[in-house]
């Protein structure tokens, strides 16, 4: 049937005969049977009239309509108990017509089929590079034969060399499925080849079990050598998954790196600092959105000081009112400060109540960049990764080369010592544990962006950090970089094999086993001091 | 005052060999050797840093030395956890008395004396009369019969060394490592321990290690000094004294 | 001759306890089962079930309390434990609705069938009998605790770090746990049970003496722990808890000490579990939530640490409280819950049992003026 339809458009191609009345095609499409419905289908796609997408559209969308009277067709809507109808050559309004005196034009799956096909092959020379690419892309994923004609045409038409490429790739999977000479075939996969999917290598691999000649070896190499180009992006894909999730681990770990690890506070209410910085972005989008829509776009940007500022002076309360008194109880200190995390939990689930806030994403940080057209990195995760780096650097920066650091070092190494030379280490104790609870602020406006904004938020993060610090050992930004980097790449490589639960699980034995061996982690300071 | 120039035990106990210890690449020590006989009280002597404590800390298995053998009668420690080596009969005397603090005294005593140290053994424990006897005589060398039911807590600085010198009595060892048992005492409680240590020393091997030159002097055994985690000198206090080395060490820096 | 102190097995406190404990664990059942409905001694069935829920609680915070209270292990993971004895006897209970389930296979229960296993897998062997389901409530936990205390003792794991990995082993049981293929029920849990020993669950009568078996557990274990901790091994096991490395280099081995009391601590809780779920009638993974661990915790703080019945009685109270918050003010109660957690741990370092008795870490006594005396003269 399809050959046929096939056979008719080429022969009215290849005889020029242009059908130049669009209406007379168009009325062609209501009388007759299914059979006949197909012929007029095929012959309106081939004319390229400027009205057949839109005609087949409604087609297949059951909104072509005839009229009984006159058997002229119609592009119409539901209005009340009328029907709005459209003249579909010049698409001007035409009217109501009540329902008794209109017929909808019926379709059946196979007419569905063809029109689709033959959409295909008309947005092929569409105006609009989009949708030429995406019928491309719908040609080369079901290797449709009908479409060749079509494509061939748009391909010699083709400015854009790009979506020429595309184009061809998709003519030879359409020829490999065609009646075509084998040398020609033999050229497809030559072009397929080149391609890195999982369906191309589908489609080769159906195509080798149809032929017995040395198209056969030719096309099970093919797909062979994209098998392998794929698995080999797997793995890059993998590491890019990885290098997300710890970019996210190394934003949650990195505060608890300075509150945990360079003042031995265990803070069990850091998953809070980053759910109430997730919060902050909740709220300065709200603002922005009020009182200056234009800056709607930068208002993350806002979110960051903002979110640093607001778990900054949680945390440098929560030190003064509560950590400080609990200073050489380690124990102590988790109960308390896990009380202080539900408290913090539920404070925030009475304020904004329970259910999860939508934080809008700016255009900036959405949409993807492709690598190799294999690879698609989505932009929020990349300016996360950056963002991550970029806090770990500033902190490291912050630690080392200024005073502040000095003295946050000083005060942790030697206290008596640090407040013999005048360091007020009661605020520099404050002033690290509030850095360190600003920190986890922003982690949680990057969060904002991947995760549901919700009281449970750091909960889910708590626990994943800890191992991240200790795993790294503590007292090192280089070892929480180290842990956070190889705890995610691990988990994203354990996943495709044992799920994601139970990758994660893995992990968990990983680490417990791992500090069972080395209590004091990757990168263990050595030193009295670390016992004591 | 007799000079005791050579070891005159006839048999070794406790053998050091090229002990070396290094904490991120520094040297705590350093081919220390020592040699210290069956019976013998020796005085460990050295500046803040020598590595007297780390010594102490390879003997006892707290540390495990990178190099060097560490020999008890023919048994090398340097196998053996802290558990097994206090079992083979060594005690240990901490820089900073450590008593169990929210023990009475006699239950610190009870729990030091020598005894199968297994958890079932603990559990079916019962305290008898010979037993008894032991602590009440231990209570009443270290001067501490009165304040047996106090908590170990409640004990001053002075009482609470003693107290952890009893203990090792308690465990009859064979070998007692004592670090600095006089600092932070009164003039007449350095003079009662060191009573005390020499009393001691008639029955067991003690490794004293001192700063205190005049207890060191009241203990009139050989003395070593330790410096940079190797022996420096050896001999009686008075040559050690004289010693231009030593002199250089202790004055010249 | 002077007279040596002896710890005694119970103390004052450790009497009382068992008394009202005694009175609560027969009046209890007695004014449900014999007292007229309606009449104001009658108890409620709801009321013995939820009693007898605090009293599973409160044994958990008891086998908490002797690890922590005493050898300094706090365990943030013996929901864990408690969650596998409740799991042991959720299977077993499982096995007993036998062709009662909604597609009425007798071998299968209904998850199994529901996921279109064809057999039973060989860890669910042997739990018809319940002889077998009672070791392995305490065999299962034991055996977790054994290895995983093996591992972390012996590589000297302490303090905070422990913590942490025990909570992080109990996080990685909630998602296997959650897993259907693990042959649990996931999600779910166990649930749906029909009968113990031949008697209906839900029967009031059967309540009543699951609730007098909570009771007698409790006070059994009490009376194991205080046996266990008035011995020379609980004077070790504070020691290990106040100077671990003194008590190591007076020759005692102290991951073997840890080992057996954090062992008996987890058999225990798991005890508290198998007598929880036949009462409240099902267990799913939430049991091994980490939260529900930290909460027990801070039970045995709020009673007060050290004394084991403070521990019980704290469960109690905290729990009491909590269904009456619930259902009073449901928003408020995770901040008192909160709130207790900072408060306990800032200003009542002693818990309830503090108020109660001027409690003390150890039997104190008095510092006697012969000490001073002695003092004095070494001067
Ligand atoms: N665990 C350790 N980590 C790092 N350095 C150590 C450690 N133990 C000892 N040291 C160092 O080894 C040296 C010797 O210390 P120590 O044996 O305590 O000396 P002493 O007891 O003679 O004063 C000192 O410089 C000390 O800082
Ligand atoms: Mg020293």
């Known amino acids: 049937m399809r050959s046929l339809a096939a056979i008719l458009m080429l022969l009215l191609m290849t005889c020029g005969v242009w059908a130049s009345d669009a209406a007379q095609l168009i009325n062609a499409l209501a009388p007759g049977d299914f059979k006949e419905r197909e012929t007029a289908i095929s012959a309106l796609a081939a004319s390229g009239a400027e009205e057949a997408a839109p005609v087949l559209q409604a087609l297949s969308g059951g909104n072509l309509y005839v009229r009984k009277s006159d058997g002229k067709v119609f592009i119409a809507e539901t209005r009340g108990d009328a029907l709005a109808l459209t003249d579909p050559v010049g698409m001007a309004a035409a009217g109501e017509g009540a329902k008794a005196d209109i017929e909808k034009i019926k379709i059946n799956n196979n007419l569905r089929r063809l029109i689709s096909n033959a959409l295909g092959g008309l947005t092929m020379v569409s105006t609009d590079p989009a949708a030429r690419r995406k019928a491309a892309l719908s040609v080369l994923k079901s290797g449709d034969p ?145 009182h200056a829509p234009g800056l709607l776009p930068y208002a993350l940007l806002l979110a960051v000081p903002a979110a640093f500022l607001v778990s900054g002076s949680v945390g440098v309360a929560l030190e003064r009112c509560v950590i400080r008194f609990l200073y050489g109880r380690p124990l102590e200190t988790l109960l308390a400060t896990w009380g202080v995390s539900l408290v913090l939990q539920q404070a925030v689930r009475s304020i904004f109540g329970p259910t999860n806030k939508e934080v809008t994403t700016p255009a900036w940080m959405s949409g993807s960049v492709d690598v190799g057209g294999v690879l698609s990195l989505t932009m929020n995760r990349i300016v996360i990764l950056a963002f991550a780096l970029a806090v770990f650097a500033g902190l490291m920066m912050l630690m080392k080369a200024s005073t502040a650091g000095l003295q946050m070092r000083a005060v942790t190494q030697n206290r008596p010592m640090a407040n013999a030379m005048g360091i007020r280490s009661n605020w520099v104790d404050a002033l690290t544990f509030g850095l360190g609870s600003g920190i986890a602020g922003l982690a949680g406006v990057a969060l904002s962006q991947i995760d549901n904004v919700s009281p449970n938020l750091g909960q889910s993060y708590i626990i994943d950090s800890f191992l991240v610090v200790v795993f790294g050992g503590v007292g090192n930004l280089w070892g929480t970089l180290a842990g956070a980097v190889t705890l995610g790449v691990a988990n994203k490589f354990l996943e495709p094999f044992a799920g994601a639960v139970l990758g994660k699980i893995l992990i968990l034995i990983a680490v417990i086993l791992f500090i069972q061996k080395r209590p004091r982690g990757l990168f263990a300071l050595k030193g009295r001091w670390v016992e004591a | 005052m007799i000079a005791l120039e050579k070891p005159q035990f006839a048999e070794t106990l406790l053998f050091l060999e090229d002990v070396t210890v290094t904490f991120d690449g520094f040297r705590a020590l350093n081919k220390l050797g020592l040699d210290v006989g069956r019976g013998e009280m020796r005085a460990i002597i050295g500046p803040n840093g020598a590595g007297k404590t780390t010594m102490m800390d390879v003997i006892t298995g707290k540390t495990r030395p990178d190099e060097g053998r560490v020999l008890f009668g023919d048994i090398d420690l340097t196998r053996l956890d802290e558990a097994a080596i206090a079992n083979l009969g060594i005690g240990r005397k901490f820089q900073k008395p450590t008593v169990f603090e929210n023990h009475s005294v006699w239950t610190n005593l009870e729990l030091a004396l020598k005894a199968n140290r297994s958890p079932w053994a603990s559990l079916r424990w019962v305290l008898g009369g010979e037993a008894r006897d032991k602590i009440a005589a231990t209570l009443e060398r270290i001067n501490l019969l009165p304040a047996f039911a106090s908590l170990a807590g409640d004990l001053s600085h002075g009482q609470k060394q003693w107290l952890e010198i009893g203990m090792l009595l308690m465990q009859e060892p064979e070998l007692l490592l004592v670090d600095e048992p006089v600092a932070g005492m009164t003039d007449a409680e350095t003079e009662k321990t060191a009573h005390l240590l020499r009393n001691i020393a008639e029955t067991r091997s003690v490794v004293v290690v001192e700063h205190d030159m005049e207890f060191v002097r009241a203990l009139n055994v050989r003395v070593t000094v330790l410096h940079e985690g190797s022996v420096l000198a050896e001999g009686n206090l008075d040559a050690v004294q004289n010693n231009q080395k030593v002199i250089d060490v202790y004055l010249g820096r | 001759m002077i007279q040596a102190p002896v710890t005694p097995i119970l103390g004052r406190g450790g009497v009382i306890f068992l008394v009202l404990l005694l009175a609560v664990a027969i009046l209890v059942p007695v004014l449900n089962l014999f007292a007229t409905p309606g009449s104001a001694l009658h108890v409620p069935d709801y009321m013995v079930t939820l009693i007898g829920k605090y009293l599973c609680y409160a044994l958990l915070a008891l086998a908490v309390d002797l690890v922590w209270g005493f050898c300094g292990i706090l365990s943030l993971g013996h929901g864990a434990f408690f969650a596998l004895g409740g799991y042991a006897m959720g299977m077993y209970l499982m096995r007993q609705i036998g062709s009662r389930g909604v597609y009425g296979n007798p071998e299968l229960p209904d998850f199994m069938v529901f996921l279109n296993w064809k057999e039973l897998p060989w860890y669910w062997q042997g739990f018809e009998y319940f002889p077998f389901a009672l070791l392995m409530v305490f065999l299962v936990p034991g055996a977790l605790a054994f290895v995983f205390g093996w591992l972390a003792f012996r590589s000297r794991v302490t303090g905070v770090y422990l913590s942490i990995i025990t909570q992080a082993m109990t996080f990685a049981l909630l998602l296997a746990f959650f897993r259907n293929d693990m042959g649990f029920g996931g999600n779910n849990g166990l649930t749906d049970f029909k009968d113990i020993l031949g008697f209906p669950v839900q029967a009031s009568t059967t309540r ?5 078996c909570s009771a007698l557990a409790l006070g059994g274990c009490f009376i194991l722990a205080r046996r266990i901790v008035s011995s020379k091994l609980g004077l070790v096991l504070v020691s290990i808890r106040d100077a671990e490395s003194r008590t190591r280099f007076l020759g005692y081995r102290v991951e073997h000490y840890k080992l057996f009391v954090f062992t008996v601590s987890a058999m225990m809780a798991g005890l508290a579990g198998a007598l929880y779920v036949p009462q409240v009638g099902i267990i799913n993974p939430s049991e091994f939530s980490p939260e529900n661990s930290i909460e027990t915790v801070i039970w045995t703080a709020f009673g007060g640490r050290g004394t084991l019945w403070g521990a019980a009685l704290g469960a109690i109270v905290v729990n009491a409280a909590k269904s009456w918050f619930t259902g009073l003010l449901p928003d408020a109660w995770l901040f008192i819950l909160g709130g207790l957690f900072i408060v306990v741990t800032l200003f009542m370092p002693k818990g309830l049992a503090g108020i109660f008795s001027g409690w003390r870490w150890a039997p104190r006594p008095p510092v006697t003026e012969a000490a001073k005396v002695s003092t004095q003269a070494a001067e």
């Open chain 1, 146 to 290: 009908a479409a060749l004609p079509s494509l061939e045409k748009a391909i010699s038409d083709e400015k854009d060399a790009g979506l020429a490429a595309l184009m061809k790739q998709a003519a030879a999977a359409a020829t490999l499925r065609s009646d075509r000479s084998d040398a020609e075939k033999m050229a497809a996969i030559g072009v397929l080849k080149e391609r890195t999917d999982r369906d191309t290598a589908a489609l080769l691999t159906a195509f080798a079990a149809t032929t017995d000649s040395g198209l056969k070896d030719a096309a099970t190499a093919a797909a062979q050598s994209i098998e392998s180009t794929l698995a080999r992006w797997a793995a890059v894909q993998n590491v890019w998954y990885g290098l997300s999730l710890s970019s996210v681990l190394l934003l949650a770990a990195i505060g608890l790196a300075i509150t945990f690890g360079v003042m031995g506070v265990i803070n069990m209410a850091h998953g809070e600092m980053v759910m109430l910085g997730a919060y902050t972005t909740y709220v300065v989008q709200g603002m922005v959105a009020q």
């Open chain 3, 208 to 212: 009543a003496v699951l609730y007098f």
